[in-house]
């Protein structure tokens, strides 16, 4: 069974970095795609990046584009989310998901998720 761990959550001012990591185990890492989504509060979870099975093709929702990147160490069996120019509006759990096969960009698509880490941006 596959399983998903976050980290590197936390509070941080407006403009700044902070960058998650998720570890996988259970399975072999390279056969799965990897992704990240995010819950604010009192919203649907929403589709942030994914990354092909070799790292290869990124994809990012716009709100996000030129400021996350999304990568991935099959050697560590980790997948990395990088955030950038943090703003308030991208406060929320963030989780990690994975899938074998990319159907779409729904949280339904995704059948393993870690159990989320909190980002908090102050104004």
């Known amino acids: 069974q596959v399983q998903l761990v976050e980290s590197g959550g936390g509070l941080v001012q407006a403009g700044g970095s902070l960058r998650l990591s998720c570890g996988f185990s259970?399975?072999?890492?390279?056969?799965?795609?990897m992704g990240w989504f995010r819950q604010a509060p009192g919203k649907e979870r929403e589709f942030v990046a994914r990354?092909?099975?070799?790292?290869?093709?990124?994809y990012y929702t716009d709100s996000v584009k030129g400021r996350f990147t999304i990568s991935r160490d099959n050697a560590k069996n980790t997948v990395y989310l990088q955030m950038n120019s943090l703003k308030p509006e991208d406060t929320a759990v963030y989780y990690c998901?994975?899938?074998?096969?990319?159907?779409?960009?729904?949280?339904?698509?995704?059948?393993?998720w870690g159990q989320g880490t909190q980002v908090t941006v102050s104004s």
């Open positions: 998901v994975a899938s074998v096969i990319y159907l779409s960009d729904s949280p339904a698509s995704y059948p393993y």
């Open positions: 259970g399975r072999t890492f390279s056969n799965y795609r």
């Open positions: 990354i092909t099975y070799d790292g290869a093709r990124t």
